[in-house]
């Protein structure tokens, strides 16, 4: 009724051909690097800093891996937990993010939703005491008529008289009470205008290194291809790409990897000062720059420059001795016939030079 179990040597192997060990592996991995990917992607929550979140994310990665002491517990020794990991504390730190900031989101979508209710408010109520002063025009306007019509003349000089004060007080009062809206909605608007330009630079700014990001690299690298077809200025582009930084990652942890691209992208912030220099984060350990009327000479004394800084830069490691950086840069001058994507992969493959000879140079 029920059949037979299988006998062990009718069992059918894994599909993938991997044994049961080596999946374990491969899901434990999978894990871990979904954590990773979180942090490396963390939205704002409340009560939380973003730094302190990954923190946490790389503490359950490592967990998930090695079987670590949880996040906030004492340390212990691994063979001492024989591999048991805290799954359900797992879902619960994802869940709580999840939870955390979607709350934000709401809370920020909430907020703007006011200030644009305050100004549509605002405006309905101004056009509101302008019909007021209307009725009052209009009341005026009516005894004067009525006046006309019969033979009350002094009645009628009165009524004209009180009517020009009146008129003349009317006038007064929208005239003030306009500019006092004025004022007030001109505020109101100033602010929802910085408000949505915050906005937008923050959407622009890598959280890490507080650089442009890639979307606001590709728009400036398209407007200076443009400004190049239109006016012929020189142009160079830099890809500068942190040298062995998987190593410096797994072998230090990603609070250390951060330090160090927070540290690069300040060094080449305060290597290229210029307003129209634009120093922007790709994405993990890869910069880029671009220099508008800059030769490519001039843009390889610029990057030695760089190259010169970071070998002086001494970042705190997981040991006591402080971790010595290198970058290699590849440099690429703008040509004629470019446009974004050719430039970009000369530049990416002078990168793939400097790198194969050596690193820590530019090519």
Not at 108 to 127: E, H
Not at 266 to 283: C, E, H, I, T
Not at 334 to 349: G, L, T
Request: one cysteine or more; hydrophobic letters at 40%; aromatic letters at 6%.
């Amino acid at each position: 009724m029920f059949g037979k179990a299988p006998r062990p040597s009718e069992t059918k192997p894994p599909e993938d051909g991997l044994g049961s060990n080596q999946i374990a592996d491969t899901a434990l991995d999978t894990v871990a690097a979904i954590l990773r990917s979180v942090a490396e992607f963390a939205l704002e929550q409340e009560g939380t800093d973003i730094s302190t979140f990954r923190a946490n994310a790389e503490a359950w990665a490592r967990h998930v891996t090695l079987a670590t002491a949880p996040p906030g517990a004492p340390e212990d020794d691994a063979g001492t937990r024989k591999g048991r990991r805290e799954w359900e504390a797992v879902r619960r730190f994802v869940r709580d993010y999840c939870q955390s900031s979607c709350k934000r989101a709401v809370t920020v979508t909430a907020d703007l939703r006011q200030v644009i209710w305050v100004f549509i408010r605002n405006i309905s109520q101004a056009f509101t005491q302008d019909e007021e002063i209307d009725g009052r025009l209009r009341a005026q306007m009516s005894r004067l008529e009525t006046l006309v019509e019969s033979n009350a003349t002094d009645e009628l000089k009165r009524e004209v008289l009180d009517a020009v004060r009146a008129f003349k007080e009317i006038l007064k009062e929208r005239s003030e009470r306009q500019h006092r809206q004025m004022e007030m909605l001109g505020a109101q608007v100033r602010s929802l205008g910085d408000d949505l330009e915050s906005a937008r630079r923050e959407s622009e700014t890598d959280p890490l290194t507080r650089v442009p990001n890639r979307k606001a690299f590709d728009d400036y690298l398209a407007r200076s291809v443009e400004m190049h077809k239109a006016f012929g200025q020189a142009m160079s582009l830099l890809i500068v790409d942190v040298d062995h930084f998987k190593t410096v990652n797994d072998c230090n942890g990603h609070a250390t990897g951060d330090g160090v691209l927070r540290n690069v992208a300040n060094s080449l912030v305060k290597v290229f000062l210029r307003k129209s220099d634009f120093v922007a984060r790709l994405g993990g350990d890869e910069f880029a720059v671009i220099l508008r009327e800059t030769s490519e000479a001039d843009a390889r004394v610029l990057a030695e420059r760089v190259l010169a800084r970071i070998r002086t830069l001494r970042v705190a490691g997981a040991s006591a001795e402080a971790l010595a950086v290198t970058v290699s840069v590849g440099l690429a001058r703008i040509e004629v016939d470019d446009d974004e994507k050719a430039w970009f992969e000369r530049a990416d493959h002078a990168l793939y030079l400097a790198k194969q000879a050596g690193r820590d140079r530019v090519c």
